[in-house]
């Protein structure tokens, strides 16, 4: 069973978010008031720091996870983390840790514990950086995800499954991926099959679809594609997301259409609440 999958630095899991950095990804998220494509890095910029934390120990960052991050756009499909020629897509946390591209400086308001809120200088380090241009070459990054998965979990059969997470905003502009989707549904390891999230995110107003389990009212192609690439979403996260206030049952899937910049947030921390404590291994 998945949930009896003991994550350690023997036996790691992966993350790897695949992440649409097209034109449309530069309009702006009114529920943020700033592009989607800004949105997104600093949730998963955010994302990276809260998993190097909970791998910081008294002994150093252990390697619990590895991740990578595969943007694409008019540019093709790329390793984002890493701007190193054949660097690996997926690198353990520790690697990831000590590769910041850069540091910016926010101000964000806290209470000083005397029941005042004073603003506090913070410093907010970058892995992954924001791009909006050209098409939506989906199928290609999800070619490359595909063979960036394969390669993993042959070399790490008795680690708990990977798990992918798509963002996008648009239609793929160079065929349907639903069938290479399937193939790296397939892959797996002795604990069971690789998962993928499928998040979209729109500027328009249209109505929002969470965690769905079936696709009877969803009328248009393109969503129902979304909705088949999406895994079955795994029975030990189910009471995670209902407390955040979603509705999710045991057939739901992993998937969000027209999600807000709180959605953003949550599906994240969601899809990398991966399974039981680690031991200290």
């Known amino acids: 069973m998945k949930e009896q999958a003991q994550i350690n630095r023997k036996n790691p899991t992966a993350f790897l978010f695949v992440v649409d950095q097209s034109l449309s990804m530069g309009y702006v998220m009114p529920s943020v008031n700033k592009p989607k494509a800004k949105h997104v890095a600093d949730v998963i910029n955010r994302t990276i720091l809260n998993l190097i934390d909970l791998c910081n120990k008294a002994d150093g960052i252990r390697d619990y996870f590895y991740l990578g991050i595969i943007a694409y756009n008019g540019k093709g499909a790329r390793n984002a983390l890493f701007d190193e020629p054949n660097r690996d897509i997926l690198n353990s946390i520790s690697q990831v840790a000590g590769n910041v591209k850069k540091i910016e400086h926010a101000v964000e308001k806290v209470d000083n514990g005397l029941g005042e809120i004073v603003e506090k200088r913070i410093e907010f380090p970058i892995w992954m950086e924001a791009d909006a241009d050209g098409e939506t070459p989906m199928c290609e990054a999800f070619e490359l995800a595909k063979k960036t998965l394969e390669e993993w979990c042959r070399k790490n059969p008795n680690s708990y499954p990977p798990t992918l997470i798509h963002i996008t905003d648009g239609d793929s502009t160079d065929g349907n991926p639903e069938e290479i989707a399937e193939d790296i549904k397939n892959l797996c390891t002795l604990y069971g099959n690789a998962f993928i999230f499928n998040l979209h995110v729109s500027s328009f107003d249209a109505n929002t679809i969470e965690y769905p389990f079936s696709d009877s009212n969803i009328t248009d192609e393109y969503t129902k594609m979304l909705f088949n690439m999406s895994s079955i979403f795994p029975e030990h996260l189910i009471g995670?997301?209902?407390?955040?206030?979603?509705?999710?049952?045991?057939?739901?899937?992993?998937?969000?259409?027209?999600?807000?910049?709180?959605?953003?947030?949550?599906?994240?921390?969601?899809?990398?609440?991966?399974?039981?404590?680690?031991?200290?291994?």
């Open 240 to 281: 995670k997301a209902n407390d955040r206030g979603y509705r999710v049952v045991s057939n739901s899937r992993g998937f969000i259409f027209n999600a807000d910049a709180v959605d953003v947030v949550n599906f994240l921390e969601i899809g990398t609440l991966p399974t039981n404590p680690f031991k200290k291994r």
